[in-house]
């Protein structure tokens, strides 16, 4: 008698160009096309991120077993990330203590003034208040179950976590894959930005061929389809998060950070469209 494990997951959906905070919060609405009844999605509340539940309906379609639950909800992740240009998937709910100021009491101040009609006392508070303002950012993701089986079927294909017999290439392609997980697992924009980076980076690099400069710009292009240019922008940036500034291009690097930093959410969706194009050529 056949038996059919069913699997479910709760996912956060975080926005790569808008990192939720507790002040800045997500919200994604997710609707399903293409889909035979394979895979089930609920939009669930959560904080700062929304949580939304997937349901496979049989577990064996994203490999478990031989999986784990663990490693088949990463699948589940990775697939939905790599089909989704803005949002990340991630078993990670970012939390953050905000800090609470409790304000002192001023004393009251009084003055006395000697009128005609005698004393005139004025007494004078001052009360101290704070206040906060908070966001709530809300987009819609289409996610393509057909699309999304397919992705799915090839990581499985690829064995993401088995490292055993492989080639150098294969190395370096699930190694690329790994950085996109950390990247899930990134609580700030910056740490995201830098572990897509490394994701791009080892995919485009995979023969083992170091490509610097102009020449990765060239070559991811090609692999990306997204212009020198615009890879050029994202690899510069890059290095100036990832190294110090150097004493002999101290301006040209200050304003390649700065620059960077201010248009930080369009570079940032470059680069995750960027990595989900290197990676979905290469599995």
Not at 147 to 163: A, G, H, N
Request: hydrophobic letters at 40%; glycine letters at 4%.
């Amino acid at each position: 008698m056949y038996c059919m494990d069913t699997l479910i997951i709760e996912l956060t959906a975080g926005l790569v160009d808008n990192f939720a905070t507790p002040n800045s919060r997500t919200k994604v609405e997710t609707e399903v096309i293409n889909n035979s009844g394979w895979l089930t999605v609920e939009d669930l509340s959560g904080v700062p991120r929304s949580v939304h539940r997937f349901t496979v309906h049989n577990a064996a379609d994203v490999g478990c077993p031989p999986l784990d639950a663990e490693q088949s909800s990463y699948i589940i992740a990775m697939g939905c990330s790599l089909i989704s240009s803005r949002v990340l998937f991630s078993p990670l709910q970012p939390q953050r203590f905000t800090p609470n100021l409790r304000l002192g009491e001023l004393p009251s101040k009084v003055e006395v003034a000697e009128t005609p009609t005698g004393k005139n006392i004025l007494i004078t508070e001052t009360i101290r208040v704070t206040g906060s303002i908070s966001i709530l950012i809300s987009t819609k993701v289409i996610l393509d179950a057909s699309k999304l089986s397919d992705v799915i079927e090839r990581l499985l294909k690829l064995r993401p976590f088995d490292l055993a017999n492989r080639s150098l290439a294969e190395l370096n392609v699930l190694d690329a894959l790994k950085r996109y997980r950390d990247a899930l697992h990134a609580a700030e924009p910056l740490a995201c930005y830098k572990a897509l980076f490394s994701a791009l980076e080892k995919s485009v690099n995979r023969s083992g061929e170091e490509k610097e400069g102009a020449a990765f710009d060239s070559a991811a292009s090609a692999a990306t389809g997204l212009s020198a240019t615009v890879i050029k922008e994202i690899r510069e940036f890059n290095n100036r998060v990832k190294h110090a500034i150097r004493k002999e291009k101290k301006e040209k690097d200050f304003e390649t950070l700065r620059r960077g930093e201010s248009n930080l959410a369009r570079i940032a969706i470059n680069l995750k469209v960027a990595t989900d194009n290197a990676l979905l050529a290469q599995i």
